[in-house]
């Protein structure tokens, strides 16, 4: 069960930064497509289906927030994350400012992963 839920978390991962940067390249071109009804909602559900693989792998292995520092690293970076998405698609005052923070939660995702692999806080870091 545990291989299972987290190949599904690895797919759900991969679609959601698949979607993030296609939805980020919209924006850059000031596609209308960026406000249809589906590419606005199919990302919550990916998401959601993200957060509980995410939830149950962390139960299953017993490595929570505030007991596993790399997790808890993990979360920090996914809130950060959530809010340069956020400004990066449609809250930023500016398209320069939008792409800004696109790239920025790019990053922020890159150490996510890097901390996932490494099971370091200090995530892509850990091999200086």
Do not use: E
Not at 34 to 52: C, E, F, G, Y
Not at 66 to 87: D, M, R
Request: aromatic share 12%; charged share 10%.
């Amino acid at each position: 069960m545990y291989s299972t839920l987290k190949y599904l978390h690895v797919l759900c991962v991969s679609l959601s930064i698949g979607g993030f940067v296609w939805r980020g390249l919209l924006m850059m071109r000031g596609s209308p497509l960026l406000n249809s009804r589906w590419v606005k909602t199919l990302p919550h559900v990916i998401d959601s289906v993200l957060l509980a693989t995410a939830i149950a792998l962390a139960m299953m292995s017993a490595q929570y927030p505030f007991a596993a520092p790399w997790v808890t690293a993990k979360v920090l970076g996914l809130c950060a994350y959530i809010v340069l998405g956020s400004l990066a698609l449609k809250r930023a005052p500016t398209r320069g400012l939008r792409i800004a923070c696109w790239w920025a939660a790019l990053l922020v995702f890159g150490w996510i992963v890097s901390m996932a692999l490494t099971k370091s806080p200090a995530g892509f870091f850990a091999y200086q």
